[in-house]
């Protein structure tokens, strides 16, 4: 591991002055930073520990929705009273990843701010855009199975590998981060970037800004929502696809939806032509099957992963149906 200068800050100033500083990185719980050090994949020249910042705390808000701080454990959020009984599909995704162990480390922020899990990404031997811009991309003709069907480019195809970012994608969440030049709040939908040609700029934050907290905005509909995670193994793997959905019914009509997707791009995927398809629709199975084959109608799949589109699709139509009082998969 290449030698770094550490310092721990005790004010959001000193943060935003610190991590300002060329090959500086933030460090929270550390569950995926350390990891990449080890690999010598990130070589930061500074660590910059803000685990001393009062973003530690869940406040409920007066209009009905909830700011998480960037610095509350995974745990302490998927455990949260308000988060179980207003927001269950963030409570299940945060359950539905990692281990406990990591989960008791893992910040909110640093959730945000995890990078692919995609193999070529760790094998310092494969060329990885990623890794090392201009390099290439071998996971375009290698193995696939794990890698994106929806807005991947020619540049990259690795996956997003959160199950929490999943559920804040359709939960219409924002991010607020400080910086040099103040305070901002991005969509949550914003805040992760497809590859085009530059895969290693992952996030839309800017150079010195810190995630300080995750808004939930009052969804009361939310109570009624679900995630579902498809994966080759019932602990600790990655997802093959995800689906964070919340519905509400209008009679026999679907009255609001939200559906996002994980493990099939390069950011939490918010399927917005499903929800666009689903609005005010008749409540049938046929419409839901209707909206996830025009959701999955631009998927570009490779030769490991055409196995994507089917699985994704009954994934959706599955949840949706149990959501929406319909039954579950046929």
Request: aromatic share 6%; net charge positive.
């Amino acid at each position: 591991m290449k030698p770094f200068a550490y310092t721990r800050v005790a004010t959001t100033a000193a943060a935003i002055d610190a991590i300002q500083a060329p090959g500086a990185k933030v460090l929270g719980g550390g569950t995926n930073l350390v990891d990449l050090m080890r690999e010598h994949i990130e070589q930061p020249d500074a660590l910059v520990d803000v685990t001393a910042l009062p973003f530690t705390k869940i406040h409920e808000r007066e209009d009905g929705g909830v700011t998480i701080g960037a610095g509350v454990r995974n745990t302490a959020v998927a455990a949260h009273p308000a988060i179980r009984d207003r927001y269950p599909v963030l409570s299940e995704a945060i359950l539905n990843g990692a281990s406990g162990q990591i989960r008791n480390m893992a910040t909110v922020g640093g959730n945000l701010m995890q990078r692919t899990r995609c193999l070529y990404f760790y094998d310092q031997a494969a060329r990885c855009n990623k890794r090392q811009p201009g390099s290439g991309c071998d996971a375009i003709g290698g193995v696939t199975r794990m890698h994106a069907i929806l807005g991947a480019s020619e540049s990259c195809i690795a996956t997003h590998p959160s199950d929490m970012c999943v559920a804040l994608a359709a939960l219409d969440a924002t991010v607020a981060v400080s910086g040099p030049h103040g305070e901002r709040r991005i969509p949550f939908t914003e805040f992760h970037r497809l590859p085009g040609e530059t895969p290693h700029i992952e996030t839309a934050l800017e150079r010195g800004e810190l995630i300080t907290a995750v808004e939930l905005p009052p969804l009361a509909w939310a109570k009624h929502s679900r995630y579902r995670k498809v994966r080759d193994r019932s602990s600790y793997a990655f997802a093959l696809v995800s689906v964070a959905a919340a519905v509400r019914t209008d009679g026999d009509r679907i009255g609001e939806v939200r559906v996002a997707l994980g493990g099939v791009a390069h950011r939490p995927w918010r399927a917005f032509e499903a929800e666009r398809q689903l609005q005010g629709a008749p409540l049938t199975r046929e419409r839901l099957q209707f909206a996830a084959d025009a959701e999955l109608a631009a998927a570009r799949t490779f030769p490991h992963n055409h196995f994507k589109v089917e699985l994704a699709r009954r994934t959706i139509v599955s949840v949706l149906a149990e959501l929406c009082g319909l039954g579950g998969e046929r």
